[in-house]
């Protein structure tokens, strides 16, 4: 238990709540989530390979050369000229290093947590014929069923995995602006501003061969869509500046496909964040702001039960007793009992329909089931 908090420190919460009707808190924690596919091969051992073949494009005209939308702006030939097919280039050679890592790690470290399947990483160049340059959208020909064979044998796997794609789609918009301003004498000045942002959309497409049969099947995935904005005054955006912008981008993009693929496929763990709800109207706002902090903490959170508990008596009914319940929820969703976590979602209900708190219960009856199929999934003997 985690000593009472002095004088000063509450006597700062309390001016906190009185300046800013109380800050915004939130808890992180881990929760279960069950796999949505399953493979379609029976089998625990998977071997991953790295066979891809980079396939590059723009967003505006779709073809492998760089050309980009701008408008309102006399440096279309300038920007032209430093996106060419150096940025294609670039592109393969970042991923080449980012794929090393989120294989190995992203990848493979997801299906570690539950053992549901062993996943080996071919880390050196696998002895198997390599795609050619296929058109945007078009996949390479599948491996021939007796290189999986061998490659299956020679690892003793049960299933093959190859990263066989990866479609990457660059846009970029830039455009002059320029805002007349007036100076303290009251001269009216110009000034130029350079608004453009940076999309990125990165797809893997991954197959799954059967070394027994020969067979293979598509799975496809698309990363969430990323994009960075700017606003510059004078000059248009450098090429610099750019590449590391799209590299970041790529890094995202690529991180999200690779994770989204994996934990579709096994039991997984991931973090969330939750909101903790204080209201600074309420005759009790330090005591709720107190336990706020410490369910945000990950040693002393269970401290914050105790003190919501004492206050749910005395709150007044409606809003405020909802908002305690809707706390109570949570902490119960993070001790992973979700039946109490939905109970007391539906009290919060009863006692107010509002948004965060209707969207909180419908979340947690959702969970229910998900823990349901999680708990299936699971090997027997392994918990959470």
């Not at 698309?222 to 590299?247: H, L, N, P, V």
């Not at 001790?335 to 979340?363: H, Y």
Request: net charge negative; with cysteine.
């Amino acid at each position: 238990m985690l000593p009472p908090l002095p004088l000063r420190s509450l006597a700062a919460i309390a001016l906190v709540c009185l300046l800013t009707s109380c800050a915004s808190h939130h808890a992180t924690y881990r929760i279960s989530k069950p796999a949505t596919d399953e493979l379609p091969f029976a089998g625990e051992r998977i071997l991953l390979i790295d066979r891809h073949w980079t396939h590059y494009q723009d967003e505006a005209d779709r073809t492998l050369v760089g050309s980009f939308i701008v408008k309102n702006t006399p440096l279309i030939k300038q920007l032209h000229k430093r996106h060419s097919r150096s940025q294609e280039q670039s592109i393969r050679t970042a991923l080449a290093s980012l794929l090393s890592v989120s294989l190995a790690i992203d990848f493979v470290t997801i299906f570690e947590e539950f053992g549901k399947y062993e996943v080996m990483l071919m880390t050196s160049p696998p002895a198997i014929s390599k795609p050619e340059n296929t058109a945007f959208g078009e996949l390479p020909p599948p491996l021939a069923a007796s290189e999986v064979g061998a490659l299956a044998a020679q690892h003793s796997a049960d299933i093959l995995l190859a990263l066989e794609s990866v479609e990457v789609v660059v846009g970029e918009h830039e455009e002059k602006r320029i805002v007349e301003e007036k100076s303290k004498n009251d001269e009216v000045k110009k000034k130029t501003y350079y608004d453009g942002w940076l999309r990125l959309t990165c797809t893997v497409v991954f197959r799954v061969y059967d070394p027994l049969s020969g067979l293979w099947v598509d799975f496809k995935t698309t990363s969430s869509q990323s994009k960075e904005e700017w606003s510059d005054y004078g000059s248009s955006i450098s090429s610099r500046r750019i590449a590391a912008m799209r590299d970041a981008l790529l890094e995202r993009s690529l991180e999200t496909a690779i994770n989204d693929f994996a934990r579709s496929l096994t039991p997984h763990t991931i973090s969330v964040s939750r909101k903790i709800l204080v209201d600074s109207s309420s005759r009790h706002k330090e005591q709720l702001e107190e336990a706020a902090e410490r369910f945000a903490s990950s040693a002393y959170w269970k401290d914050a039960v105790e003190i919501w508990q004492s206050l749910l008596p005395l709150e007044q009914p409606g809003f405020l007793k909802a908002k305690i319940l809707y706390n109570l929820s949570l902490a119960a969703e993070r001790e992973q009992d979700l039946d109490q976590a939905l109970i007391l979602a539906e009290k919060a209900v009863a006692e107010s329909d509002q948004g965060i708190i209707r969207r909180n219960r419908d979340r947690l009856a959702r969970r229910v089931d998900e823990q349901l199929l999680f708990e299936s999934q699971i090997p027997p003997g392994q918990e959470f």
